[in-house]
């Protein structure tokens, strides 16, 4: 299982599964049950979170791809468990610059402008 957010630890783990990786950093993976992401890949840099497309995602030039520009929720909603909730305004958004990278990889490697 993975547990957290999962941004690198997710890829890890399939590299790991698939033969590509031979090692695995877990707090319990020894166990087989678990890895914290939160714990053993914690993402230090938000404002530079991306994600990279690759050939065999099979991306057509037509579709139109997710882009993630900040995390969390300024609200504190009573019946939310985010753990997230309560971030403030402009908290965890990615830079400008980064975002334009994105834009700018998925249009010359994959031909995708929308």
């Known amino acids: 299982y993975v547990a957290g957010y999962s941004d690198d630890s997710f890829i ?16 319990v993976w020894q166990q ?7 714990h053993d890949y914690m993402v230090a840099n938000t404002q530079e979170l991306d994600t990279v497309w690759l050939p065999e995602d099979k991306i057509a030039r037509h579709e139109s791809l997710p882009i993630e520009i900040a995390r969390g929720c300024i609200f504190r909603c009573s019946f939310c468990a985010y753990p997230l909730n309560g971030k403030k305004k402009f908290d965890y958004i990615r830079s ?19």
């Open 32 to 38: 087989g049950r678990l890895i914290d992401s939160n």
């Open 12 to 27: 890890r783990l399939l590299d790991f599964l698939s033969g590509r990786s031979i090692q695995i950093k877990a707090s």
């Open 96 to 114: 400008a610059a980064n975002l334009k990278q994105e834009f700018e990889r998925n249009y010359e490697s994959l031909g995708v402008t929308n």
